[in-house]
């Protein structure tokens, strides 16, 4: 078992755990993506799409290619897991599927923002759009990673003394505060 703080559990059960909660996470961003991705696809079929610029279809075109990666890579997770079922790799699973995940949120901010973009431009037909874009951009990103990194920060910087001792007998670098390492620096899998 793992002695460290909050939780003490096999490699195993902590990437059962691990498994579980990154399931939950690809189950919201996954329909979120899926929603998204269906009103891109039927874009293309209304009378208005005959009206669009160049310009305006190009940008179309690089949201459609944008939604289709951040489905990929949101979706890739599952078919890891299912190629991978009963060989013992649970851990690497879970290394592999947290990067896809990390990688489907970078391709999911730039396909909001490319569809923020289409969008606003057909609705507004001025530099408005642009600001109003990376407005949004800047939020997502707030919301998305420096609020997360912030946080870790502060719980780092913010811990008290007596998790020094604790500490003495774990210095892999364990600060996620579950107890156990963070997917993203597992078990010597990268």
Same mark, same amino acid.
């Given at each position: 078992?793992?002695?460290?703080? #909050?939780? *003490?559990?096999?490699?195993?059960?902590?990437? &059962?755990?691990?498994?579980?909660?990154?399931?939950?996470?690809? /189950?919201?961003?996954?329909? #979120?993506? *899926?929603?998204?991705?269906?009103?891109?696809?039927?874009?293309?079929? *209304?009378?208005?799409?005959? &009206?669009?610029?160049?310009?305006?279809?190009?940008?179309?075109?690089?949201?459609?290619?944008?939604?289709?990666?951040?489905?990929?890579?949101?979706?890739?997770?599952?078919?890891?897991?299912?190629?991978?079922?009963? /060989?013992?790799?649970?851990?690497?699973?879970?290394? =592999?599927?947290?990067?896809?995940?990390?990688?489907?949120?970078?391709?999911?901010?730039?396909?909001?923002?490319?569809?923020?973009?289409?969008?606003?431009?057909?609705?507004?037909?001025? *530099?408005?759009?642009? =600001?109003?874009? #990376?407005?949004?951009?800047?939020?997502?990103?707030?919301?998305?990673?420096?609020?997360?990194?912030?946080?870790?920060?502060? #719980?780092?910087?913010?811990?008290?003394?007596? &998790?020094?001792?604790?500490?003495?007998?774990?210095?892999?670098?364990?600060?996620?505060? &579950?107890?156990?390492?963070?997917?993203?620096?597992?078990?010597?899998?990268?």
């Amino acid at each position: 078992m793992t002695a460290s703080r #909050g939780r *003490q559990e096999t490699q195993e059960e902590r990437a &059962d755990r691990q498994w579980s909660e990154l399931l939950q996470e690809l /189950r919201v961003a996954q329909t #979120g993506v *899926q929603i998204l991705f269906g009103f891109l696809l039927a874009v293309v079929f *209304q009378s208005r799409f005959e &009206d669009l610029g160049e310009t305006d279809r190009n940008i179309y075109v690089v949201t459609v290619m944008l939604g289709s990666a951040t489905a990929a890579a949101l979706i890739g997770p599952v078919s890891y897991h299912r190629l991978l079922t009963g /060989r013992r790799m649970k851990p690497e699973t879970v290394i =592999w599927a947290s990067r896809m995940t990390v990688l489907g949120l970078v391709l999911l901010f730039c396909t909001m923002c490319s569809v923020l973009l289409l969008i606003l431009r057909v609705a507004l037909h001025n *530099q408005l759009a642009l =600001w109003l874009v #990376g407005a949004m951009a800047l939020w997502f990103v707030a919301c998305w990673f420096v609020f997360p990194v912030w946080a870790l920060a502060r #719980g780092r910087s913010g811990r008290r003394d007596t &998790d020094d001792e604790e500490e003495d007998g774990n210095r892999d670098g364990n600060r996620d505060g &579950d107890g156990g390492e963070s997917p993203e620096r597992g078990s010597g899998a990268a």
